[in-house]
């Protein structure tokens, strides 16, 4: 009886009109917004309220009907963070991107999970999910930290070598997408890592500029100079100031692994240090 109630149930689901569906996620996101609002301690529910969701429009196949539904969530979860701040493009942003990266990672997973049991699930929206995925992913990592990027990518290459043992239908069309399901996020960290130094010379280049001032103001004084006298690029990073014993101190955040790597001019032995945390 309940197995009844339940198919009963699934198929009426399944034929819900497309704007019930879209006024039914924007609802569960306002209320997966809120949850995260209250605290990380509610982190929990947003995931319970994103896998309803995501359940209500796992088997949609069209991609027009998926792209709309996607962006109902993000809508409706961004919507309380809009009431928090002032200035739209902080505000926006990172609640645009972290919510459509785990928008997106559901629904690939729902649609894994469909079509491993439903052959006949036609999955006409794997390339443009990995894809969209993974971009998120790489500018979420320049905007913050390498270490997301490579966080999962590893995820990435455990979960392939472990197919690579347990998955036996190879057809050639599959054979073509875990192929490129490896090289695109491997080129795009490739990318992420030259931008990553391009960005760190240019911060060593302002750094030793800075540098330079502050020797020779050391040179022509004999002392140091305060913070105000030095010009000091912020928008890398850099930091300097006078101590209460008049050390100077000098230093800048890597880019793209703040804050967990800054180099720190050693004005006694006169080189460049690296601290990094473990």
């Known amino acids: 009886m309940t197995n009844n109630i339940l ?13 019930v569906r879209l006024l039914v996620v924007f609802v569960l996101g306002v209320c997966a ?6 605290g990380h301690s509610y982190v929990l529910l947003y995931f319970f309220l994103t896998f309803c969701a995501v359940a209500l429009t796992a088997k949609v196949e069209l991609l027009a009907h998926r792209f709309f539904i996607g962006v109902s969530w993000v809508a409706g979860s961004v919507l309380v963070s809009l009431l928090d701040y002032q200035d739209l493009t902080v505000s926006l942003y990172f609640p645009v991107l972290g919510n459509s990266i785990v928008w997106i990672l559901f629904q690939s997973i729902a649609n894994f999970s469909i079509s491993s049991y439903q052959p006949s699930f036609t999955r006409n929206v794997k390339y443009w999910q990995y894809i969209f995925l993974w971009l998120l992913i790489f500018i979420a990592s320049i905007q913050a930290t390498q270490a997301i990027m490579i966080f999962f990518l590893v995820a990435m290459l455990v979960v392939r070598v472990y197919q690579l043992f347990f998955i036996d239908d190879w057809s050639e069309s599959y054979k073509k997408y875990f192929i490129f399901s490896i090289i695109f996020p491997c080129a795009l960290y490739a990318m992420l890592f030259s931008y990553a130094h391009y960005q760190l010379s240019l911060t060593q ?44 101190i000098l230093s800048y955040n890597e880019p793209m692994n703040s804050p967990y790597c800054h180099y720190y001019y050693n004005f006694n032995i006169k080189k460049w240090s690296e601290n990094c945390m473990d």
């Open 205 to 248: 280049e302002s750094a030793n500029k800075t540098l330079q001032q502050v020797l020779a103001y050391q040179q022509q004084h004999g002392s140091y100079p305060d913070e105000e006298t030095v010009f000091i690029n912020e928008d890398r990073g850099m930091r300097y100031y006078v101590d209460k014993e008049n050390n100077p």
């Open 33 to 38: 917004g809120l949850s995260v609002s209250y």
């Open 7 to 19: 198919k009963r149930n699934k198929a009426k689901i399944d034929h819900l009109p497309l704007t």
